[in-house]
């Protein structure tokens, strides 16, 4: 059974920093697309980063970009999100999810934006204080 779990979410001020885990377990993590997604209250759910077992990683939003760093650990089955110079409008409920093995499109294109993803992880609360 294919099981994603996040952790790291909590209560930081802006300014501040977490590490997002996402730890994938039923797959073989040597194929995959792993992408983490948020959702504010009342906002429809977004993109933050994906990251392909072959073609490395990109970052969704130009909000996010050299704030937000996706990295992989394939060894430990896990993919980080290292977040830094957080502010309120961060604050959400933080996904991961992940296509596995890589579909066609993904592995042709070297895009992981165009995965479309098989399962989700339960969530991690972000909450922003300013």
């Not at 885990?21 to 959702?39: A, E, H």
């Not at 991690?124 to 204080?129: I, K, N």
């Amino acid at each position: 059974e294919v099981q994603l779990v996040e952790s790291g979410g909590g209560l930081v001020q802006a300014g501040g920093s977490l590490r997002l885990s996402c730890v994938g377990s039923g797959f073989t993590f040597d194929d995959y697309v792993i992408g983490w997604f948020r959702q504010a209250p009342g906002k429809e759910r977004e993109g933050v980063s994906c990251i392909s077992s072959g073609e490395g990683s990109t970052t969704s939003s130009d909000s996010m970009k050299g704030r937000f760093t996706i990295s992989s650990d394939n060894a430990e089955n896990t993919v980080y999100l290292q977040m830094n110079s957080l502010t309120p409008e961060d604050t959400a409920v933080y996904y991961c999810a992940v296509e596995r093995p890589r579909s066609i499109v993904v592995a042709g294109t070297g895009d992981c934006k165009l995965a479309e993803y098989d399962y989700w992880g339960q969530g991690t609360q972000v909450t922003v204080s300013s």
